[in-house]
């Protein structure tokens, strides 16, 4: 096999393919869970959450869409890959901005949400799954020497991440009613975002453990 075109015939594509089909199962509850739960404690961090998620799901179904066309025809259109390898930047760039954003109005405005204990428990689940997902899509696409896989185990990372500083921010609220915390995260995750971006755009990863 050439070692620069992923292999799209053994049992790591159909693993792939398993993978991305959980991860939009998964995010579309967390989604709807996320917007709902933000929308009634008044809380942006849940819901930027929840968008966070939706761009999750529209990564992972161009990701199945491509893996699912790769292994019907057994080869690999680059053209079209590397238009998806885009489009997953642009969702890097989208939340970048959204949580900037975000956490410039949260500073500006002193936001005070309600405690969500629906957003604390989802965020801390999604701590256990978000970084399982990213760990099995790394092993699976380093196993097919595929970009694409690759490019979204580095999303589903970020998506970890913003678990972690979305928890973190609604415990800390909850506990002491420290505000701060969670725009300040956000800060680091769009930086994140920017730079795992970049690299998707220009067809290259950085794949840190």
Not at 38 to 45: R, Y
Not at 181 to 196: C, K, L, Q
Request: with cysteine; hydrophobic share 55%; charged share 20%.
């Amino acid at each position: 096999m050439n070692p620069a075109v992923p292999d799209v015939t053994g049992t790591a594509a159909r693993r792939a393919v398993r993978l991305e089909q959980a991860t939009i199962g998964y995010n579309i509850v967390e989604g709807v869970v996320a917007v709902a739960a933000g929308l009634v404690a008044g809380s942006i961090a849940l819901v930027g959450f929840g968008f966070d998620s939706w761009i999750e799901v529209a990564a992972a179904a161009v990701v199945l869409h491509r893996l699912r066309a790769e292994i019907r025809h057994g080869e690999v259109d680059q053209a079209k890959e590397r238009r998806a390898l885009r489009f997953i930047a642009i969702t890097f760039f989208a939340l970048a901005v959204y949580v900037t954003v975000e956490g410039i109005r949260d500073l500006a405005t002193d936001s005070r949400p309600d405690t969500s204990i629906v957003g604390i428990a989802l965020t801390g689940l999604s701590i256990v799954v978000m970084p399982w997902l990213a760990r099995a899509k790394r092993l699976a696409g380093r196993a097919m020497n595929s970009r694409l896989v690759l490019a979204d185990a580095a999303e589903t990372k970020l998506c970890a991440w913003l678990s972690v500083s979305t928890f973190a921010g609604l415990l800390a609220f909850a506990l002491v009613g420290w505000t701060w915390i969670d725009p300040v995260a956000g800060f680091v995750i769009a930086a994140f975002a920017v730079m795992e971006g970049k690299e998707a755009w220009e067809g290259e990863l950085v794949e840190d453990d």
